[in-house]
């Protein structure tokens, strides 16, 4: 059975530094690829980018770009996604999902809640 | 970058009715292999999205034969041949064709 299971709610301040995790299990780590998107509250869904699974690549979208980098440890079966320099805007949940080979995202995980305030 | 435009944004449903939405991309999503990179999810209030129909046309695994996706290029619709009270939620398109990756603003589906 494939899981995604990510971390923990993070409270930060403008101006700080966030990083999820997204721990994948019941599949083969590096046959897949990470993708990040975020839900702003109330919001749709917006892409953040992904990081491939069976080497070091990653695509960002531009909104994002300048702040926030994917990395991944594939002995922990595990992706991270780091965002920098927060606002308040990035107030969001952020989810992980398993890129599959039609590029759609088949599993999907419960969401980390990243509220940015002082 | 792709924009994805839906339609209705708001959609009330009499149980045991069809349902359908519609996606417009502004550029064609068929791909030279002659795939539509145009898939459909449902969030239900409180979840994670989940996977109804991928390349266009194809169910995702445990997907209820109820639902159906068609189109090609820049057209696309997601109908639901009878709608149950377990069908609401906000319904999204995404194009998988370009980086970025584009949703459609999302379809709210409710129960009259």
């Known amino acids: 059975q494939v899981h995604l299971v990510q971390s923990g709610a993070e409270v930060r301040e403008p101006g700080a530094s966030v990083k999820v995790s997204c721990k994948a299990s019941g599949y083969a780590f590096t046959a897949y690829a990470i993708h990040w998107v975020r839900q702003a509250p109330g919001q749709g869904l917006e892409w953040v980018g992904w990081?491939?699974?069976?080497?070091?690549?990653?695509k960002y979208s531009r909104k994002f770009r300048s702040r926030v980098t994917f990395t991944r440890d594939v002995s922990a079966g595990t992706a991270y996604m780091e965002l920098r320099s927060l606002r308040s805007e990035d107030t969001a949940v952020f989810y992980c999902?398993?890129?599959?080979?039609?590029?759609?995202?088949?599993?999907w995980g419960q969401g980390t809640l990243v509220t940015v305030s002082s | 970058d792709i924009v994805m435009t839906q339609s209705p944004l708001f959609l009330p449903v009499t149980p045991g009715e069809p349902a359908s939405i519609s996606c417009r991309s502004s550029q064609s999503l068929l791909h030279s292999n002659g795939n539509n990179y145009l898939h459909w999810y449902r969030q239900k209030a409180g979840q994670s999205p989940q996977l109804l129909i991928y390349?266009?046309?194809n169910r995702a695994s445990g997907v209820p034969d109820r639902f159906s996706g068609s189109g090609s290029g820049t057209d696309f619709t997601l109908r639901i041949s009878r709608v149950e009270a377990e069908d609401v939620g906000v319904y999204y398109c995404m194009q998988a064709l370009q980086v970025p990756w584009m949703f459609g603003q999302g379809t709210k589906v409710e129960i009259k």
């Open positions: 990081i491939a699974g069976d080497i070091e690549d990653t």
């Open positions: 999902a398993r890129g599959t080979g039609g590029l759609d995202f088949d599993y």
């Open positions: 390349m266009g046309s």
